[in-house]
């Protein structure tokens, strides 16, 4: 598989439930991100990890918690989330340094009950 | 900070020539990338302007004026598959390569 992949395409989950977002990029690239899509809203902007570590948390409420275990990979955990936090989440990456575009994939869409 | 600005929908028919236009505030100015996200799927990348001028790709183009801080988008030829929002982003000397800060799209319809 190709590009910038994640898992699951669509997530339905109650307010006490937790789960787990995936996603995982095959380009060989050390940056990768974290974004929030809603309806009539600029994309924003959440974290951002470089070579594994977090260089950025666009102020998130900790019922979010992202885990970078390796370049490739990249995960949001998700526990005791509000209705207002459905939306679609879009993973990311990037080569690191230079004026290079992100790439992205093609998000979660998740509905929260 | 910084503002991003561009309409919310626009409307063209197959075969003619649309301009999306997107205004920007930014203290440290450092390159604008133009996106196209069809409905329910990946932001593709489309163009990237950091100097004036206009940058030709097929039947895309981008131009950029700094001093203006404006940049518009042009699609000729239009065909129904180019219906899709198109996503401005800026990105600031200040914040540094990493982040990107996205306007809220221009929805276009392509008709018959």
């Known amino acids: 598989e190709t590009g910038v992949t994640q898992t699951p395409r669509h997530l339905v989950m109650g307010m006490t439930n937790k789960k787990s977002l995936k996603c995982e990029q095959h380009?060989?690239?050390?940056?990768m991100y974290w974004y929030k899509q809603s309806a009539k809203k600029p994309l924003e902007l959440m974290f951002v990890?470089?070579?594994?570590?977090?260089?950025e948390n666009n102020s998130v409420p900790s019922r979010f918690s992202p885990e970078c275990p390796n370049s490739s990979h990249l995960f949001l955990h998700l526990h005791t989330l509000q209705p207002e936090d459905s939306a679609l989440y879009l993973c990311?990456?990037?080569?690191?340094?230079?004026?290079?575009?992100?790439?992205f994939g093609p998000g979660t869409r998740l509905t929260v009950t | 900070g910084q503002n991003i600005d561009q309409p919310t929908e626009m409307t063209a028919t197959e075969g003619a020539i649309v301009q999306i236009n997107c205004t920007y505030q930014t203290s440290g100015f450092n390159g604008l990338f133009w996106y196209q996200q069809h409905a329910g799927e990946a932001p593709t990348f489309l163009s990237y302007n950091v100097l004036d001028g206009l940058e030709e790709k097929g039947r895309f183009s981008s131009f950029l004026s700094r001093s203006k801080g404006y940049s518009y988008l042009l699609l000729k030829e239009l065909q129904m598959k180019d219906s899709a929002s198109y996503l401005c982003a800026v990105r600031d000397r200040d914040t540094g390569f990493q982040k990107l800060v996205f306007g809220t799209g221009t929805r276009l319809l392509v008709s018959p």
């Open positions: 990311a990456s990037r080569p690191t340094g230079g004026a290079y575009e992100q790439y």
């Open positions: 380009l060989g690239h050390n940056a």
């Open positions: 990890y470089n070579f594994k570590e977090q260089t």
